[in-house]
């Protein structure tokens, strides 16, 4: 299957910014947005301990009982799944969000 022009072009774009990347994953999440980086990073390792639960996501920053159902935590599923693979979390979340940020480009360009 030969890639049309337009479609070869998303795809070097898309691996330049992959490229770009690659070197910071093995960053912590402690920067900028901190606070929300450590609470979904805490959140992917509580699944990986105790088990997923989609439903009654863990939020221990806010006490007892920890439970926020704010939003359906399906990166915080996919980092438990990494994390027990034996990866750290830090760079668990981090590939969880390189690979969201690139399947999310290559539907944006699929649908211009």
């Known amino acids: 299957m030969r890639l049309q022009p ?10 330049v910014y992959v490229l770009g990347i690659v070197p910071t994953l093995g960053q912590t999440l402690l920067e900028t947005h901190a606070h929300r980086q450590t609470q979904t990073a ?3 390792v509580l699944f990986a301990r105790e088990g997923i639960d989609m439903l009654r996501p863990p939020v221990p920053v806010l006490g007892p009982p920890g439970v926020l159902p704010q939003e359906l935590p399906i990166v915080q599923a ?19 969000g ?3 940020f690139v ?10």
Do not use: E, H
């Not at 399947?103 to 211009?112: D, E, P, Q, S, Y």
């Open 6 to 15: 337009a479609s070869r072009w998303a795809v070097v774009l898309i691996a």
């Open 42 to 44: 805490m959140t992917a």
């Open 78 to 96: 996919a980092g438990a799944l990494l994390i027990d693979l034996g990866l750290g979390p830090d760079i668990a979340m981090r590939l969880v």
């Open 98 to 100: 390189l690979a969201t």
């Open 103 to 112: 399947a999310t480009a290559w539907l944006v360009f699929l649908l211009a």
